[in-house]
């Protein structure tokens, strides 16, 4: 798989709050649902990195109160925002947790918490991070500072608020965008070039009670035989502009969690391959949309020497 850095590198932090399907508004109340704390990651391209390596070592979450205003931001994350005073905070952990997010893919996650927490609407987490670094594939590691993180946290606003009932549960998908977060220094058409990185976190929450996931298999045919691909770039576009991107693992599979319900257009691209067509999907929130792909090798010229 040969493509930029900038383009193609993705991974999420995931914040899985149990779903919850009531409908309404819910502030806060003495009752108490349940919350669990996930991580995940979406693909690195893997000519390029070894390891993206964090430690999370604090999550919180805020609960709108009846005299705070939900939509004081229009960012989805904005590292400078002041959190208003007095607002309540709850820690849904408080401990170092390692992880390499390379190993976090394809719908994989790693639990971070699992807690109850008081039943109401929340619309902000912070997550405070630590010992950020990338590791090449040509073993070169280059450790990362990270702006305001570990005092502040990472402010994730959440649009809408997530509403956690009483007795119940709900999901909420973080997707930390790397082409974006992790700026490279030098030159990104090899791994030699690169010189460095600055680390500039942007996030996306996605309420999974109304989002979706997409998942498949990309493969070719040899002699009847279906073969897997691995490292095949599948593209999910909503209207003309495309969304995200994923790779299908060893196995040739791939999963695309924290997609907005609706109708994307999607496609499959290898080198070597020709491309698919570009197929319509649907998604449906908090289900599984399966879309599989097969792949026809290029044709090959062959030079024929006519003496």
Known sequence: MKTTLVYAIFLSCTLLFINCSDDGEATGTDEMGRLTVRLTDAPFPYDLVAEANVTVFKIEARMVSEKMDSEAT?????????????SPFLVLMETDVNVNLLELTNGTTAMLADLEVPAGTYDLVRVYVKGINVVLTDGRIFDLKVPSGEQTGIKVFIKPGLIVAGGLSSDLLLDFDVSRSFVAKGSIDKVEG???????????ASNLSTA????????????????????????VIAGDTLNTTAFSDVDGNYAIMGLDAGVYKVLAELNGYVSSDTLEVTLVAANKTVQDFVLEAEATSETVDDN
């Open 194 to 204: 690169i010189q460095g990185f600055n680390f500039k976190p942007v996030i996306k």
């Open 212 to 235: 979706g996931t997409l998942t498949g298999n990309v493969s070719e045919v040899i002699e009847e035989m279906s073969t897997a691909l691995e490292g095949a770039q599948i593209s």
């Open 74 to 86: 229009n960012d989805d994350v904005n590292m400078n925002s002041d959190i208003k005073e007095g």
